[in-house]
């Protein structure tokens, strides 16, 4: 069991707006904002989308978007193209115990 | 561009050990911290490791502690996870990946390798 907690699936047509959710603790997600979220692609490796709950790293489209509320933190996707369809991941911080912690992911379908 | 390449992958049998390396390109290693993250087949990622820039601060998760030993040469631009008594769980990819830290907190994954896949069976 992954210490964050992210539907198994999610889905929506092109065009859409679609959002994942990541639920922790306060010992991980509602305790730091150091909230970042990875795509990954069949056969890929992961790719940074957002860090620090809300930032975008450069070259990551302004369609992704995060936000935290207390220990859930959320990635919003709009504007749904084909490409998205990927599998997503949430990452916190945990403390200098745990020290990092991934959700178990979610599987994006584009319909 | 930055690039990391994994090397050392395999077949091992339980109880058995393994050495991964990774090199690293396109950006000054020493000033970053570096992890190595796992995913199983099928599965979800897990973080296994982290190491800071100058080897100061070291973490590992509970599942590798005790077994796994990370360490880098800042001369070589390499990273290293010795890999002691292999369990059949251990079967996984292995990334290498270079951290953001802010504060000695590693605050996310900026790049990832291509991982090298490691298999523990008899």
């Known amino acids: 069991q992954s210490a964050l907690t992210q539907p198994a699936s999610v889905s929506g047509s092109p065009g859409q707006s679609i959002t994942i959710s990541c639920t922790g603790t306060s010992s991980d997600v509602g305790g730091y904002n150091y909230v970042s979220w990875y795509q990954q692609h069949p056969g890929k490796a992961p790719k940074l989308m957002i860090y620090d709950v809300s930032k975008r790293p450069s070259g990551v489209s302004n369609r992704f978007s995060g936000s935290k509320s207390g220990n859930t933190a959320s990635l919003t996707i709009s504007g749904l193209q084909a490409e998205d369809e990927a599998d997503y991941y949430c990452?916190?911080?945990?403390?200098?115990?745990?020290?990092?912690?991934f959700g178990g992911g979610t599987k994006l379908t584009v319909l | 561009e930055v690039q990391l390449v994994e090397s050392g992958g395999g077949l091992v049998k339980p109880g058995g050990s393994l050495r991964l390396s990774c090199a690293a390109s396109?950006?000054?290693?020493?000033?970053?911290?570096m992890n190595w993250v796992r995913q199983a087949p099928g599965k979800g990622l897990e973080w296994v490791s982290s190491i800071s820039s100058s080897s100061s601060y070291i973490y590992y998760a509970d599942s590798v502690k005790g077994r796994f030993t990370i360490s880098r040469d800042n001369a070589k631009n390499s990273l290293y996870l010795q890999m002691n008594s292999l369990r059949a769980e251990d079967t996984a990819v292995y990334y290498c990946?270079?951290?953001?830290?802010?504060?000695?907190?590693?605050?996310?994954?900026?790049?990832w390798g291509q991982g090298t896949l490691v298999t523990v069976s008899s």
């Open positions: 396109g950006f000054t290693f020493s000033s970053y911290s």
């Open positions: 990946a270079r951290a953001r830290v802010e504060f000695s907190v590693v605050t996310a994954i900026l790049n």
């Open positions: 990452c916190s911080y945990a403390g200098s115990s745990t020290f990092v912690v």
